[in-house]
């Protein structure tokens, strides 16, 4: 069964540093997302791609943030400048089509900002 | 408006027994409502999900109550096994924003043997 991939699985980085986390989407889908999960805390929604731009974004997705789709399979998410607020599992999911309702998940890449 | 708020926070059941989480809305604006159960590690799973215009869904020993008037929806577990124990989240989605989901707090579910 195709799945949402996602790497690294978990990242450490110091305060100030840029990171990207990658994800491979489920090859025939059109919409992409990414979520953080702070520890023991719910997931929260950042941000919505499709037909390479952002359809939708949450307050937390700041100018710090930045998603790409740099050729037909990766879907990336860039953080500039890491601040200690964000460590958490960052989560991608990708959707077929507009008519489909299901978001898969990928199983997350945990980020440790020191 | 945008939130889903998830009861109770943590559930203890026994094996066999039911294991009910609510959940409760307010944004007239959500199409969709999924459950997703996550495992420590995991990305969260899509578990069974229903649209407003229908009250009960079941799959398995899986059953969406939904009451669109009040703005409420709930997991029944029956049967429930120590394979259940899991974290259940309850979450909501905005057709016309993208399709992104509002997720509630989150439920810790242990199924004891």
């Known amino acids: 069964e195709p799945e949402v991939t996602q790497t690294p699985s978990h990242q450490v980085t110091q305060m100030g540093q840029e990171v990207i986390l990658r994800c491979v989407p489920i090859?025939?889908?059109?919409?992409f997302y990414w979520y953080r999960q702070i520890l023991g805390q719910k997931v929260e929604f950042l941000v919505s791609?499709?037909?390479?731009?952002?359809?939708?974004k949450s307050e937390i997705f700041d100018d710090q943030f930045s998603v790409e789709r740099p050729d037909g399979s990766n879907f990336t998410l860039k953080i500039r400048s890491t601040k200690l607020e964000d460590s958490a599992m960052y989560f991608c999911?990708?959707?077929?089509?507009?008519?489909?309702?299901?978001?898969?998940f990928g199983p997350g890449t945990r980020l440790t900002v020191l | 408006q945008q939130q889903v708020k998830q009861s109770p926070q943590s559930l203890i059941v026994q094996k066999g027994g039911i294991s009910i989480i609510n959940c409760a809305y307010e944004?007239?604006?959500?199409?969709?409502f999924p459950w997703y159960q996550q495992f420590p590690g995991k990305g969260p799973a899509l578990l069974i999900a229903?649209?407003?215009?229908?009250s009960e869904k079941k799959e398995g020993r899986f059953t969406i109550s939904f009451n669109k008037s009040a703005k409420q929806f709930s997991l029944h577990i029956m049967d429930s096994q120590p394979g259940d124990s899991a974290t259940y989240f309850c979450?909501?989605?905005?057709?016309?924003?993208?399709?992104?989901?509002?997720f509630g707090q989150g439920t810790e579910l242990s199924v004891k043997p």
């Open positions: 999911a990708s959707r077929r089509g507009s008519a489909a309702d299901t978001q898969y």
């Open positions: 090859s025939n889908h059109l919409y």
């Open positions: 791609f499709y037909n390479n731009e952002i359809s939708e």
């Open positions: 944004n007239t604006a959500f199409d969709y």
């Open positions: 229903i649209r407003p215009d229908v």
């Open positions: 979450a909501a989605r905005y057709y016309n924003q993208g399709g992104k989901l509002i």
